[in-house]
Structure formats: structure tokens, C-alpha cells
């Protein structure tokens, strides 16, 4: 598999925060974060395994899973729950920070912002309602700008 500087500095900072956390990263882990690393949006579980197929041909859809559950838990991919689908997250790191995610019907375009305003204040809320939030991603659906002018 060809890597790009892109994609290889991203799993280099991947093996970092494994080596300091003591995870795993095993080589299907990686295999499949290189894959994800190198789409530019979302994309499917199913679309990922065929992709793995083409490097690993006994690869089977609990391959791919486990490999998501373990870089989504890891911080490395966030799991998009409206549309099925994975994306990157281009800055992760030591931290465990609130996922904010928005998400183009027309083009299929994932955004990933922060405001850490609106994370304090959906905190706000839970806390005053007695609930503890241990993850969260929120998804806001709508248009991108380039969709919005060219309709």
C-alpha cells in the first residue's frame, strides 16, 4: 500500500499515543487506519473491507469492525451514526475531545468542528439534569456552502 506523507505522519502520531498508552496497534489496525487515512470524507465499513480485501483476502466484516472499535476508542476515528460511516479525526491526541459534526445531504462533505461554547453548554444541561456525559458526538445535517450556491 502506497502511503502519503499525509497519511504517514497521521500513523506516526497514531503509534506515539499507542506506545503511550500501551494499545495494540497491530498490523490490520494499521492497515485499516491507513485506509481510512486516505479518504478524503466518510466512509463505510463495508466499502473499508473491500478495500482491506484487496491487501488481506481473508479479511471478514468482524476484521474491519474490531479495527473500528479500536480507533474509534483510541480517538484516531469518529463513527458518523446518522449516515453509518467512519471518518478520520485529523487531531487527535492525549485528550478525549467532544465531537461536533456536519454533514452535507447533497454532497456527502463531514466537517469536523469544535466549540467548546456549545460543548460547555450541552454540559451545562446534562449536569443540571443529573446526567453524566462520558461521549459525545453531535451531527447537525444541512447543505455545505459549495452545495448551497450551486443550487
Known sequence: ??????????LAQAQQVCAKKGARFTKVREQVFLLLAKHQGAVGAYDLLEELKTIDSGAKPATIYRALDFLS???FVHKIESINAFI?????????????????????????????????????????SGFSISHQIVEAHGSCRACIKSS
Open 88 to 128: 478520520m479525526c485529523h487531531h487527535f491526541g492525549e485528550c478525549n475531545h467532544p465531537v461536533q459534526l456536519l454533514i452535507c445531504d447533497a454532497c456527502g462533505q463531514v466537517d469536523e468542528i469544535q466549540s467548546n461554547n456549545f460543548d460547555l453548554a450541552l454540559r451545562a444541561m446534562a449536569d443540571a
Open 1 to 10: 500500500m502506497t502511503i502519503d506523507p499525509t497519511a504517514d505522519k497521521l
Open 73 to 75: 476508542k483510541q480517538g
